[in-house]
């Protein structure tokens, strides 16, 4: 928000639910848009209580990308497939972005899922891989046509980091053996607290819940929980 003025209708991220028409992997070139960029998300997460979507000065959208020979890409099939079938657009390509992270550019938007529907790409036969369009594929068509920079300013994330806009409340009913890989796809913050508890600090939202565990420390000044590394012991147990 605005410190200055909190109601300044430019600092208001705009939140509005859609019901699906189509399949799942779709819903992002389905979704009606009016707005000149948004970002997309499921029911199994809601928008972080501490949200800045990065912008430069002269307002283009910053995205983070994983280099697709580092292991947070390499290890994972859902990322190895992504990449390859961004590459039908760019032969290139060698960066990954994550679907839930983009900042879309909704004209954008609307070309590359009509050249993606042209295409008529075959079903994968994993069902661990991404089964309908990305956003690797999406910014592989704007390196092609040399749009990409002139849209966004694109950063390495595992040298500048990243911030979550979105945070996950639910796990699938009938959760698959990939799912949790794809999870953990290129995140590279789930560590392990003492008492063997699996932990992403990235997805607490106040101080109290992210220094529970030993593993999280909390920023007052981005107001983000990070992991620490591990603490110096304490003098009280730690429930």
Known sequence: TNPEDPED????LHVREVDRVGPDFMDWCEAPVESEYFMYVNTYFHVMK?????????NKPLVSYIESD?????DYPACVYAVERAREFEPDMDKMMQDFEQ??????????????????FPPPDDACVPQGPTSTAYMARL???KKAKKIYKIKDKAQYGWRNVFKRVHTSLNPSVCEGNQRK??????????????VNCRYYENQEDCEQFIVCEWD????????????????????
């Open 220 to 239: 007052d000044q981005f107001l983000t929980c990070f992991e620490s590394g591990g603490r110096p012991p304490t003098l009280s147990p730690t429930a």
């Open 185 to 198: 796809l290129g995140s590279g913050d789930n560590t392990t607290d003492d008492d063997g508890e699996d």
């Open 9 to 12: 209708d430019k600092y208001i």
């Open 50 to 58: 501490n949200v800045d979507l990065l912008l430069t000065k002269d």
């Open 143 to 145: 390196v092609a046509l």
């Open 70 to 74: 580092l292991a947070f890409c390499a």
């Open 103 to 120: 900042v879309f550019q909704t004209t954008e938007r609307d070309h590359f899922c009509q050249e993606w529907k042209e295409k008529n």
